[in-house]
């Protein structure tokens, strides 16, 4: 049997207490088939708005902090440099980690089609190189229709995902957000 001693036995020798089922009862592991991969994303600041991506599917429109996928070997700071260049055009300066959020496909609105996705997104705070202005995307995602600076004030009142960063930019509060929209 597997299991550890437990010195609480009656007649003070130790006990062996079972942690796994019988052989015959297990079930075979089998790998889920959820998929998990890191993303770095920036929040854009210049002056009083920040530089979003609008995006365009089967549920309408809606905005995104530009940045995507970190590949192999890639640093999370360059995987934000080089997706701000292929979305927006612009070249930023990565400034400190400000959120770390779990996107659970499965229990979100997307769920149809995400179920099998879990990313670990980390957003940095970034603002545009001396002298840079956005140009056009040289890689863009296949929803992205453009991209829009928007008002720190307005993100209330437009479709931003992830919801939770709506009310969240520019404002002190934790770094980590957990699983959520």
């Given at each position: 049997m597997s299991g550890h001693a437990d010195s609480n036995s009656q007649d003070g020798k130790p006990r062996e207490i079972s942690r796994l089922p019988p052989s015959g009862n297990r079930r075979p592991y089998r790998r889920p088939s959820v998929r998990l991969r890191n993303a770095a994303r920036a929040i854009i600041f210049f002056e009083d708005k920040?530089?979003?991506t609008r995006n365009r599917g089967a549920k309408g429109n809606w905005y995104l902090f530009p940045?995507?996928?970190?590949?192999?070997?890639?640093?999370?700071?360059?995987?934000?440099?080089?997706?701000?260049l292929e979305e927006t055009g612009l070249v930023v300066k990565v400034g400190g980690l400000r959120f770390v959020r779990e996107?659970?496909?499965?229990?979100?609105?997307?769920?149809?089609?995400?179920a099998h996705?879990?990313?670990?997104?980390?957003y940095f705070e970034c603002e545009p190189m001396p002298g840079e202005d956005v140009r056009e995307a040289t890689n863009v995602d296949n929803t992205q229709i453009g991209i829009e600076w928007?008002?720190?004030?307005?993100?209330?009142?437009i479709n931003l995902f992830p919801k939770a960063?709506?009310?969240?930019?520019?404002?002190?509060?934790?770094?980590?957000?957990g699983d959520c929209n």
């Open positions: 920040i530089l979003l940045g995507g996928g970190q590949l192999p070997a890639e640093e999370l700071e360059a995987t934000v440099r080089r997706e701000c996107y659970i496909g499965a229990h979100h609105d997307f769920a149809d089609k995400d996705v879990h990313q670990i997104e980390f928007v008002p720190i004030e307005d993100l209330t009142k960063l709506r009310t969240r930019v520019g404002k002190p509060g934790p770094t980590y957000l």
